[in-house]
């Protein structure tokens, strides 16, 4: 039962590496989905800026149609002062140029605001745009590289499963049984016992069993826990001999 014992001990360690590779393996297509899903939120918040320079640049040439109206009025009505008849219509066209006047300089203040924001927004727009395209190399890089890892994994993990399967294949058939079962239930399925102690549950191991266990004979639980014991001096004891 020693050499049993041993083998499981074994197949347990591959069992171990085994399931962290499988993680691995789930884990490196998630990172990169998460990659590729940040770099879609980029796109669209570039979309959307791109959208609202737009519209701000629609926005700054009505302000320049309507300025261009206001200047023509501002004409006319001095061409019109210069040819008034009485103070009346005199009045009326200093009146009329006073208002277009006022209205070109709010015109002409609210563009100069406006361009400078769309100045801005431009340069903001510019730096999205390179941290985009560095992005997007990044994730091309990070593609490249997480398809070579997964490809060094999966032959990493075929090999793997070859020596684990090799250790299986030298466990008694009821042991390897049992192991597999206690495994399915409780992830560790083979615990060493130490002084007299299970490392998996603490508990101490009544001094009957304990005998047992020394002896490595036979096949013994944990009672408490329902693991597979082995004492950990039996194992080492085995290697010198
Ligand atoms: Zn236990």
């Given at each position: ?14 069992d ?163 192991y597999e079962a206690i495994r399915m239930k409780r992830g560790?399925a ?52």
């Amino acid at each position: 039962m020693r050499e049993q014992l041993k083998l499981l001990e074994e197949l347990q360690q591959h069992d171990a590496r085994l399931k962290e590779m499988d993680a691995l393996r789930a884990s490196l297509p998630r990172k990169l989905a998460e990659a590729k899903a940040a770099l879609a939120e980029l796109q669209r918040i570039l979309d959307r800026e791109r959208a609202e320079l737009a519209e701000n640049e629609a926005f700054l040439r009505e302000q320049e149609a309507e300025r261009k109206d206001t200047e023509q009025q501002l004409s006319r009505a001095k061409a019109r002062l210069a040819q008034v008849r009485n103070t009346k219509e005199s009045l009326a066209a200093q009146k009329e140029i006073e208002s277009a006047r006022r209205h070109l300089e709010s015109r002409e203040e609210e563009m100069k605001r406006l361009t400078q924001a769309l100045a801005e927004q431009r340069e903001k727009i510019r730096r999205q745009e390179a941290q985009l395209e560095a992005e997007r190399t990044e994730l091309a890089q990070q593609e490249k590289l997480t398809q070579q890892r997964m490809a060094a994994l999966e032959a990493e993990i075929a090999e793997a499963r070859a020596r684990r399967d090799e250790v299986a294949s030298r466990l008694r058939a009821d042991v390897l049984k049992k192991y597999e079962a206690i495994r399915m239930k409780r992830g560790v399925a083979v615990v060493a016992v130490e002084g007299a102690t299970c490392r998996a549950c603490n508990m101490n191991i009544p001094p009957q069993l304990f005998n047992l266990l020394q002896r490595g004979t036979t096949l013994e639980l944990c009672p408490s826990c329902h693991r597979i014991l082995y004492w950990a001096r039996l194992l080492e004891a085995e290697q010198t001999s």
